[in-house]
């Protein structure tokens, strides 16, 4: 699996507003970010200093941010945060392709002391490679881990750094040579992958797991489902099961940083990519989303 596309190295990074070398340690051993996952994570794509989707992106920060019950109130404005991203991929020399990874996390507290509610905020970037090598030709080969179950509930749905079934997920694609691999809710239908939110095709309709299979809430999964429609592509929200896969015309993965990206194998399956490359133009079209 090529995840993330980056190359090369990371030489800054911004905690809670000051720029640090990169190995500078920011927590203890008693953080419960480290501890138990406690946070969420948004990873970005830049382009020429433009922060793609970045409305969608920092949506879904502040919106799970208040879900796990952070204290906001002296938290980063969006401009503060955008500026901020801004900053240290300059530093860096990131500033025209760039991965951005920005996490939040409960800070380090004293057990003698009420639990710390301002989250610290971690700003990372890296060089971004171009995904097209990999992308292009018959597609991806997909298959099912069948190591884990995700829930039905609101914090299935989160960017959380409890990440656990996804890397998981990501190590037993790997193994069995595959490059990414399909992730089952506890109904045992399919929720999302490894990396990505999951798109099929069928008689020239579009259908997607809706968030209450348990699905990450993709922001390019997001934008997708609100531009297609207008763009003539019929697309529904669908419980998905594997087998529907074997009479799917087409099959395509999402996410930020990505793009969109063709399946060309499940199982036995294959599927081709005349939609597929329909679509990823329209996404050219209204995001210029670069190859």
Avoid at 66 to 88: H, N
Avoid at 184 to 209: E, Q
Avoid at 249 to 267: K, M, P, Q, S, Y
Wanted: aromatic share 10%; glycine share 10%.
């Amino acid at each position: 699996m090529h995840a993330g596309y980056t190359t090369g190295v990371m030489t800054y990074l911004n905690f809670n507003g000051s720029i640090l070398p990169a190995g500078t340690a920011i927590i203890t051993a008693d953080n419960p970010g480290f501890r138990f996952g406690d946070g969420l994570f948004e990873t970005i794509r830049m382009v020429d200093r433009q922060l793609l989707l970045s409305g969608y992106h920092l949506d879904r920060l502040y919106a799970g941010a208040q879900f796990l019950g952070f204290d906001l109130t002296s938290f980063p404005s969006r401009d503060d945060l955008s500026a901020r991203i801004r900053a240290v991929c300059d530093q860096n020399g990131h500033g025209p392709r760039a991965r951005v990874r920005l996490t939040i996390f409960r800070q380090d507290q004293s057990p003698l002391e009420p639990q710390n509610q301002v989250p610290g905020c971690l700003i990372q970037s890296w060089p971004l490679g171009n995904p097209e090598k990999y992308d292009r030709g018959n597609g991806l080969t997909l298959g099912i881990f069948h190591g884990g179950r995700k829930s039905c509930d609101l914090y299935a749905n989160l960017k959380s750094n409890n990440y656990l079934i996804y890397t998981q997920a990501a190590s037993f694609a790997q193994r069995e040579g595959w490059d990414d691999c399909l992730i089952l809710n506890s109904h045992d239908r399919i929720a999302d992958s490894s990396i990505s939110n999951f798109f099929y095709c069928r008689d020239g309709r579009l259908y997607t797991p809706p968030l209450t299979e348990g699905c990450v809430a993709g922001v390019m999964r997001r934008f997708l489902l609100e531009i297609l429609p207008g763009a003539g592509f019929p697309i529904e929200e669908k419980r998905v099961i594997p087998a529907d896969l074997e009479s799917a015309d087409e099959v395509f993965l999402t996410n930020a940083i990505r793009g969109i990206r063709r399946v060309g194998r499940f199982n036995d399956t294959l599927f081709g990519h005349e939609l597929t490359d329909q679509v990823d133009a329209v996404l050219n079209k209204y995001l210029h989303f670069p190859r």
